[in-house]
Nanobody, 119 residues
Framework: QVQLVESGGGLVQPGGSLRLSCAASGTIKSIWTMRWYRQAPGKQRELVAGITSGGSTNYSPSVKDRFTISRDNAKNTVYLQMNSLKPEDTAVYYC?????????????WGQGTQVTVSS
């Protein structure tokens, strides 16, 4: 069984920073792409950033130059460094990963962590 566990969310003032972590555990053969999504109240879940096992990254235009995604393959962990946070960044942030347990990659989700940007 595979689990993704996020941490690092919280309340921060506009202009502040937070660092989210997501650790994958269980019987894991390989992890391909790891991603961060977010969902604000009343809105659809949107992709924030993604990173492949080789380190290639992509970002939503709304967070590019403010957020940085990284990963530690040895620890099966992905990070999201969020700087210059804005009230519109307020959302539940979810970790997503393509994980091979036996012979094929399947998508797994974490439970989410709340990020609130407010003065």
């Amino acid at each position: 069984q595979v689990q993704l566990v996020e941490s690092g969310g919280g309340l921060v003032q506009p202009g502040g920073s937070l660092r989210l972590s997501c650790a994958a555990s269980g019987t894991i053969k390989s992890i391909w792409t790891m991603r961060w999504y977010r969902q604000a109240p009343g809105k659809q879940r949107e992709l924030v950033a993604g990173i492949t096992s080789g380190g290639s990254t992509n970002y939503s235009p709304s967070v590019k130059d403010r957020f940085t995604i990284s990963r530690d393959n040895a620890k099966n962990t992905v990070y999201l460094q969020m700087n210059s946070l804005k009230p519109e960044d307020t959302a539940v942030y979810y970790c997503n990963a393509d994980i091979m347990v036996v012979t094929a990659y399947n998508a797994y989700w974490g439970q989410g962590t709340q990020v609130t940007v407010s003065s």
